[in-house]
């Protein structure tokens, strides 16, 4: 079973930087749809940003210009890289690829004001 497992959450103080991984267990990053979403508790889950298989990307509206998205295929592996945190950035965040079909147990972010 592929299996997707996210790192690099945690507690940052209102401007800091973050870079969030998701390692894939199996060799499917190249050339596939992979994304970032964020659940804070009591809200949806939101799409943060994704990467095609042909590499463009999407942002959500919050974070264009302070995240990138991007990815390492011999590591089987994508980022977010996150700069300038505002407090609402805080949740925990999951990578999602179609060609896995499952969540992993996600990453928590915590920004302080």
């Known amino acids: 079973q592929v299996q997707l497992v996210e790192s690099g959450g945690g507690l940052v103080q209102t401007g800091g930087s973050l870079r969030l991984s998701c390692t894939v267990s199996?060799?499917?990053?190249?050339?596939?749809?992979m994304a970032w979403y964020r659940q804070a508790p009591g809200e949806q889950r939101e799409l943060v940003a994704s990467?095609?298989?042909?590499?463009?990307?999407y942002y959500a509206d919050s974070v264009k210009g302070r995240f990138t998205i991007s990815r390492d295929n011999a590591k089987n592996t994508v980022f977010l890289q996150m700069n300038s945190l505002k407090p609402e950035d805080t949740a925990n965040y999951y990578c999602?690829?179609?060609?896995?079909?499952?969540w992993g147990p996600g990453t928590q972010v915590t920004v302080s004001s």
């Open positions: 999602y690829s179609p060609a896995v079909g499952s």
């Open positions: 990467i095609s298989g042909s590499s463009a990307t």
């Open positions: 199996e060799d499917i990053v190249s050339g596939t749809f």
